[in-house]
């Protein structure tokens, strides 16, 4: 009787090392709300704190829209992000002059992990911009990065 | 049980508050001081005004149909009410919305009389 009842849960602690290299996503009401309107919830493993600081200080200019909120909002946010960002998993999080970088896809990890991904590829109608990861990583939007998820679109 | 009061009165007001679509109307063309017109909502949401996109380049020229950002390419609900009832019921959302996308589209915010024609078109959209 005991058993039935360790066995799922002993299952469930050895599938956690693998879920390990899967982004998921911490609940927060006030970033997805915020945040996931314009594109997918990016990672906040996926920066360091410093480079997400920046970015919630910028708000009203990032990327070329003007995605301010309230300040109350914006500190709230601030700090989720900066509690789950990611450390030195990131690899290089600034540029050449020491500025903290913006953009996951100008990261020294996202580059490693996207090496055979060509130029021509990252260019296509169907991809846009290599920030639109759920063109590729299908289940994106939910923090699945694994490799069974992904579909290079035509 | 004052807590509890405070917060069942705070629902209480949410819900008396919460806005309908017209409601905006009404509200902007009293911002404006003059009625709207739909013709010239359609007009100013189809064409650029000198920025790099109009509104149409991510609610469609046909807004009752779902869009897509035009940089990222997410895909957008339709803006039309007729086409989706949570459109225009929060007027915090729908504030922080034109701001926001005025200053994309037009590099200023937009007039109230702009914001009564859009609203005027979108209410006039079957």
Redesign the interface.
């Given at each position: 009787m005991k058993l039935r009842i360790a066995l799922p849960v002993l299952l469930a602690a050895l599938a956690l090392p693998a879920l390990a290299d899967n982004y998921s996503l911490p609940k927060n009401a006030a970033f997805e709300e915020e945040c996931t309107s314009c594109h997918i919830a990016y990672p906040p493993q996926m920066l360091d704190a410093h480079s997400w600081l920046h970015m919630m200080n910028g708000l009203a200019t990032h990327f070329g829209t003007d995605a301010s909120i309230d300040d109350k909002r914006r500190a709230a946010i601030a700090d989720f992000l900066a509690q789950n960002s990611g450390g030195r998993k990131t690899g290089r999080t600034v540029d050449a002059r020491g500025n903290p970088l913006l953009r996951i896809t100008e990261t020294a990890r996202f580059e490693k992990k996207h090496r055979k991904v060509d130029a021509a590829t990252w260019k296509r109608a169907s991809i846009k911009s290599p920030a639109n990861c759920g063109a590729c990583h299908t289940q994106a939007a939910a923090g699945d990065y694994s490799e069974r998820s992904i579909t290079i679109p035509k | 049980m004052r807590h509890i009061l405070l917060i069942a009165a705070a629902v209480l007001a949410t819900n008396v508050y919460a806005e309908t679509p017209r409601d905006f109307l009404t509200r902007f063309e009293k911002e404006a001081g003059a009625p709207a017109s739909a013709e010239r909502g359609a007009r100013f949401f189809t064409t650029k005004q000198g920025g790099e996109w109009s509104c149409a380049s991510c609610h469609t020229e046909k807004p009752t149909q779902p869009g897509r950002?035009a940089?990222?390419?997410?895909a957008i609900t339709p803006l039309a009410p007729a086409a989706n009832a949570e459109r225009f019921t929060d007027a915090a959302k729908v504030d922080?919305w034109f701001?926001?996308?005025c200053?994309?589209t037009l590099n200023r915010v937009c007039s109230p009389q702009e914001k009564a024609d859009v609203m005027a078109w979108l209410l006039a959209l079957k």
């Open positions: - | 950002h940089r990222t390419d997410k922080k701001r926001r996308n200053n994309d």
